[in-house]
């Protein structure tokens, strides 16, 4: 019989009494976790298989936020059911994220953008291609996903993309895509890309604004580096 369990310990220490008494703030990541799998095993608490995920991890939540189904099963005290809660929980905090964005937006810098689009190209580990279609006041009518790639590239059509700029009757776009590796600086694909979709958008009396590149640590700006 495992003593160690939590519900042997002070109310004080066990994570969901803790959240009670002390509110969610006082909660260290590792109980966070030990109230999202709810127990441990024969041996281990939920705590303690807690702190195993997050020591797989180093700890960075950036990183476990990017977690697969089978990476977690792959930890002692993990299974199908713990797992699937988990990756629920990290989905519903993105949609959080992403429900935010929703109120009008008026872009006025290359920061805005990469902050509204952080919920939507964060954590992956594949390119996707976005375009955020704009107002004549810079305002965010709406924005696309316009392809899903794999790990080291992705294609954009750009018949797509200025075919949503024109049913939205928008003015402006805003072009962003992710590099899963980190790396900020732009492909020569992506150089040559941006001057073809900005050479066609003269034609038709579009303004293609920027075009970011996204990684989960900053981002390149086309409009910030004067290669617009």
């Known amino acids: 019989m495992n003593t160690n369990g939590i519900k042997n310990w002070a109310a004080d220490d066990r994570p969901r009494e803790k959240l009670l008494l002390k509110g969610k703030s006082a909660l260290s990541d590792a109980e966070l976790i030990a109230i999202i ?27 476990f936020s990017r977690v697969q189904t089978n990476e977690l099963m792959k930890i002692k005290g993990i299974g199908q059911a713990k797992a699937v809660s988990i990756i629920a929980c990290l989905e519903l905090g993105r949609r959080r994220q992403q429900a935010s964005k ?7 810098q290359s920061s805005q953008v990469y902050d509204y689009l952080r919920p939507y190209l ?36 750009g018949k797509i993309i200025f075919r949503n700029a024109l049913a939205l009757h ?34 038709i009396d579009l303004s293609i604004l920027d075009h970011l590149i996204f990684t989960d640590n900053g981002y390149f700006s086309f409009a910030d580096e004067g290669l617009l």
């Open 37 to 63: 799998i709810g127990s441990g095993t024969q041996n281990l608490s939920a705590l303690d298989v807690a702190k195993d995920i997050l020591k797989e991890f180093n700890g960075d939540l950036l990183r």
């Open 170 to 203: 928008a003015t402006g776009i805003i072009l962003s895509h992710n590099h899963p590796s980190g790396n900020r600086k732009p492909s020569q694909k992506d150089i040559q890309l941006t001057k073809q979709l900005v050479q066609f958008s003269e034609y």
């Open 102 to 108: 929703k109120e009008t937006i008026k872009i006025t």
């Open 122 to 157: 964060s954590d992956l580990q594949h390119e996707e291609f976005f375009a955020i279609y704009l107002t004549n006041s810079n305002e965010i009518i709406q924005h696309k996903q316009i392809s899903i790639g794999s790990m080291t590239g992705t294609l954009a059509d």
